[in-house]
């Protein structure tokens, strides 16, 4: 079972990739959260100065709790407040800018308590933030990109699960998350006969430093 922080790393890494495959630039990624004064999501994407947005945070899930997002500061998700968003996130997309729903975060109540209970969240994210259907999506009807896992201090327990659900999902729709062994035995050789390939950027080297995904990966990239 992999840990939480392993799944953050090849989350995060994947979309990286995704950028390496059209452009030598780095990536550079903000979280827009629950501070009124750091500006609309929509004059966040209007700077051009990212490349990836991730919407944070997801604090509460799992455990048969009622999943909640927390924006306060830019709208309350408990009246339908946020839906209206949809249309900027929308837009951003449009300016070839990934829009990510980051889960977890410092607080909150977060966690798996089973495979099923992985099953369940991850089904829940795909119909309420994805590419599934719900009548009550929090952020409107607009399709997010992907899941950022910001799993801090909890257990590492299932989050592979829901990992590996949220692929099947993607994988059903046609796109979406890249498997290791497929980032290693596909991506990776696809990718590296490409005169802008640069190699790979892990994004935490606290994250590396506790899965040890470098070492596992170094002779492949």
């Known amino acids: 079972m ?17 950028f390496l495959l059209c452009s030598n630039a780095g990536v550079m990624a903000i979280y827009w959260r629950q501070n009124g004064n750091e ?3 929509a004059e966040t994407c209007a700077t051009g100065n990212y490349d990836v947005v991730n919407i944070a945070f997801l604090p509460t899930f ?18 339908n407040g946020c839906t209206g968003l949809s249309s900027d996130i929308k837009s951003c997309q449009a300016k070839g800018i ?3 729903l980051s889960i977890g975060g410092g607080a909150g109540s977060h966690y798996l308590a089973s495979t099923e209970d992985a099953r369940q969240v991850a089904t829940y994210l795909w119909n309420n933030f994805l590419g599934g259907q719900s009548s009550s999506r929090p952020l409107g009807p607009a399709v997010l990109d992907g899941i950022d896992f910001d799993i801090e201090g909890r257990t590492n327990q299932y989050w592979d699960d829901l990992a590996r659900f949220l692929s099947s999902y993607s994988k059903k729709a046609g796109s979406g998350f890249i498997p290791v062994i ?9 990718i590296k006969g490409s005169a802008k390939y640069r190699g790979v950027m892990l ?13 596992a990966t170094k002779s492949s990239v």
């Open 2 to 18: 992999a840990s939480s922080s392993s799944i953050s790393v090849l989350f995060l890494l994947s979309v990286i990739l995704t």
């Open 182 to 190: 497929d980032l290693i035995s596909q991506v990776l050789p696809a």
């Open 39 to 41: 500006g609309t999501f």
């Open 62 to 79: 799992g455990n048969g709790q009622i999943p909640m997002i927390n924006l306060a500061g830019h709208c309350n998700s408990n009246s």
């Open 203 to 215: 994004w935490s080297k606290y994250y590396d430093d506790q899965t040890g995904h470098s070492k």
């Open 98 to 100: 990934k829009v990510m």
